[in-house]
């Protein structure tokens, strides 16, 4: 209980803090010399940008790591996460296709886009590991990896066909930079989504047993699967479409939350949300403070701690498979 609390005190330290920083930066001592005036320019502030940031935010970085884990456990392979898988790409695709395609959509139609693509882009993943015969911990991401370079090509291409490469490229940048009221709150739509794989975690954990097991014990193992699909492809789509890509965060956080929590999912999904959202929040917090008053993409931050963790997970292999 005391580890409970020190781990969520020290979440909603670093979040009261990171309200705080930013182009125009108080202190709480500042605040106490502020007229009315004032005080009520720094709350339009909190409530038009810091307060949307912080919620986006946690949400973001809560649901990119319970995504990894459902992928994870479905696929029974610690190293596929939506980001090895290729499903960041087929939804970068599927932006890009309603960029074309419905210039003037909504968000939810950019979602909706990349969401069908994604979901088609990563059972087709599923069905080619599967047609793998000697399948090893190292293989079945590369293969993901593979077909996500391929789409992501292919993107590229059409791209330059249509004269949108630097649109596509600045507007899919991950950053929470213009994350303000009214234009995040599509991000909200993962929360259900996060409570849903709670409700099915158990599933998931006998899901990655195998279909043999899974059928033994009553389940239908194609719907789970195909349960486990839809909500790690609705996430990473309103997570492209809101914020932009945001690498390696469902492949490392799972990982390290089963090194110290086991495997079971239900048993480790609030620790995996808590150490996602810690992951963003720190990654956020110093991209605004190593260049202050400017900022450096999460995006950036995130490839270089992800990928050097990741490189540390594939030399210790044998540990984690």
């Given at each position: 209980?005391?580890?409970?609390?020190i781990?969520?005190?020290?979440?909603?330290?670093?979040?009261?803090?990171?309200l705080?920083?930013?182009?125009a930066?108080?202190?709480?001592s500042?605040?106490?010399?502020?007229?009315?005036?004032?005080?009520?320019?720094?709350?339009?502030?909190?409530?038009?940008?810091?307060?949307?940031?912080?919620c986006?935010?946690?949400?973001?970085?809560?649901?990119?790591?319970?995504?990894?884990?459902?992928?994870?456990?479905?696929?029974?392979?610690?190293?596929?996460?939506?980001?090895t898988a290729?499903?960041?790409?087929w939804?970068?695709?599927?932006?890009m296709?309603?960029i074309?395609?419905?210039?003037?959509?909504?968000?939810?139609?950019?979602?909706?886009a990349?969401?069908?693509?994604?979901?088609?882009?990563?059972?087709?993943?599923?069905?080619?590991?599967?047609?793998?015969?000697?399948?090893?911990?190292?293989?079945?991401?590369?293969?993901?990896?593979?077909?996500?370079?391929?789409?992501?090509?292919?993107?590229?291409?059409?791209?330059?066909?249509?004269?949108?490469?630097?649109?596509?490229?600045?507007?899919?940048?991950?950053?929470?930079?213009?994350?303000?009221?009214?234009?995040?709150?599509?991000?909200?739509?993962?929360?259900?989504?996060?409570?849903?794989?709670?409700?099915?975690?158990?599933?998931?954990?006998?899901?990655?047993?195998?279909?043999?097991?899974?059928?033994?014990?009553?389940?239908?193992?194609?719907?789970?699967?195909?349960?486990?699909?839809?909500?790690?492809?609705?996430?990473?789509?309103?997570?492209?479409?809101?914020?932009?890509?945001?690498?390696?965060i469902?492949?490392?956080?799972p990982?390290?939350?089963?090194?110290?929590r086991?495997?079971?999912?239900?048993?480790?999904?609030?620790?995996?949300?808590?150490?996602?959202?810690?992951?963003?929040l720190?990654?956020?917090?110093?991209?605004?403070?190593?260049?202050?008053?400017?900022?450096?993409?999460?995006?950036?931050?995130?490839?270089?701690?992800?990928?050097?963790?990741?490189?540390?997970?594939?030399?210790?292999?044998k540990?984690?498979?």
């Open positions: 209980m005391a580890f409970r609390i781990q969520w005190s020290f979440l909603l330290g670093l979040a009261f803090y990171s705080f920083i930013g182009a930066q108080v202190s709480l500042d605040l106490w010399r502020m007229d009315g005036e004032q005080l009520q320019f720094w709350w339009e502030i909190m409530l038009q940008s810091r307060i949307p940031r912080l986006s935010i946690l949400v973001v970085g809560s649901s990119m790591a319970i995504s990894g884990l459902i992928m994870q456990r479905i696929t029974n392979n610690r190293f596929v996460s939506p980001t290729g499903t960041m790409e939804c970068r695709f599927g932006v296709v309603a074309l395609y419905l210039p003037g959509a909504s968000p939810i139609w950019r979602v909706g990349a969401f069908v693509i994604s979901l088609i882009g990563t059972s087709c993943f599923l069905a080619v590991i599967a047609r793998v015969r000697h399948q090893n911990v190292i293989l079945v991401p590369l293969i993901g990896i593979m077909l996500g370079g391929v789409v992501n090509a292919g993107a590229v291409f059409y791209a330059y066909q249509f004269d949108i490469v630097q649109n596509m490229a600045s507007w899919l940048q991950g950053s929470f930079s213009l994350v303000i009221e009214g234009n995040y709150e599509l991000l909200y739509a993962s929360i259900p989504l996060m409570l849903l794989a709670y409700v099915y975690a158990d599933f998931f954990t006998i899901a990655g047993m195998g279909r043999d097991a899974a059928v033994a014990l009553g389940l239908n193992h194609a719907s789970i699967m195909r349960m486990g699909l839809v909500i790690v492809s609705i996430i990473s789509s309103i997570t492209i479409v809101e914020v932009g890509y945001l690498p390696f469902g492949l490392i956080v990982n390290i939350v089963s090194i110290f086991g495997d079971a999912v239900k048993k480790i999904l609030f620790d995996t949300a808590w150490l996602g959202a810690m992951l963003v720190v990654c956020d917090v110093a991209g605004r403070m190593l260049i202050a008053p400017f900022e450096i993409p999460i995006g950036v931050i995130l490839s270089v701690v992800g990928g050097a963790v990741f490189l540390a997970m594939l030399f210790h292999r540990t984690y498979a």
